[in-house]
């Protein structure tokens, strides 16, 4: 069974960095790219970074996030540097094994998210 567990999620102030990470089992992890997805309330869910294990590139939204991999842990950490306020939200893990694609719809598997909340 496939199972995608994050951690990391809490109250932040703006200006603050926070990491927030995602272990991956029941998959082999080079063969999936790492997906990090935003929900904010009342919003749909988006990408906000990627990272394809196997050649180690990555996407990211923006500058202030960025990813990084562990294989030996399967593990694979979203750094959220200097947050905002509308950073706020639950953050999804997922797993895809075409690539790093931002449609919800071509994921694989998902975690069930982290909530991030950071105050202004």
């Known amino acids: 069974e496939v199972q995608l567990l994050e951690s990391g999620g809490g109250l932040v102030q703006a200006g603050e960095n926070l990491n927030i990470s995602c272990v991956a089992s029941g998959l082999r992890f080079v063969d999936y790219a790492i997906g990090w997805f935003r929900q904010a309330p009342g919003k749909e869910r988006e990408r906000v970074s990627c990272i394809s294990p196997s050649d180690d590139s990555t996407y990211s939204v923006e500058a202030r996030f960025t990813i990084s991999a562990d294989s030996a842990k399967n593990t694979v950490t979203l750094h959220m540097n200097r947050v905002k306020p509308e950073d706020t939200g639950v953050y999804f893990c997922?797993?895809?094994?075409?690539?790093?694609?931002?449609?919800?719809?071509?994921?694989?598997?998902w975690g069930q998210g982290t909530q991030v909340t950071v105050s202004s």
């Open positions: 997922s797993a895809e094994t075409v690539g790093c694609t931002e449609s919800v719809y071509h994921q694989n598997y």
